[in-house]
């Protein structure tokens, strides 16, 4: 069973950025697809970005030209660099493989607000 564990977030203003990391245990996680996903309060989790082992992404429309998804094998780790945030991409934001397998971390809290 890999675990995740999801750091970065934080509160920032409209139009701002943030980094996210996730580093994961287990030995395959060069091979693995990774992803990120978010949990607005009162929604479900949606699938934000995933990153195949060899760096092809993958972003959805409503993050596409603002958010980036990479990797760093030699870590174990998947970065989500958030530019332009905006007020709705305020959430929860987990990684896990791509489709998920996993148990879920704790997930990292990101508040978009003035």
């Known amino acids: 069973q890999v675990q995740f564990v999801e750091s970065g977030g934080g509160l920032v203003q409209p139009g701002g950025s943030l980094r996210l990391s996730c580093a994961a245990s287990g030995n395959v996680f060069s091979r693995t697809t990774m992803g990120w996903y978010r949990q607005a309060p009162g929604k479900q989790r949606d699938f934000v970005a995933r990153v195949t082992g060899g760096g092809f992404a993958i972003h959805a429309d409503s993050v596409k030209g603002r958010f980036t998804i990479s990797r760093d094998n030699a870590k174990n780790t998947v970065y989500l660099q958030m530019n332009s945030l905006k007020p709705e991409d305020t959430a929860v934001y987990y990684c896990?493989?791509?489709?998920?397998?996993?148990?879920w971390g704790q997930g990292t809290q990101v508040t978009v607000s003035s």
């Open positions: 896990n493989t791509y489709p998920q397998f996993n148990a």
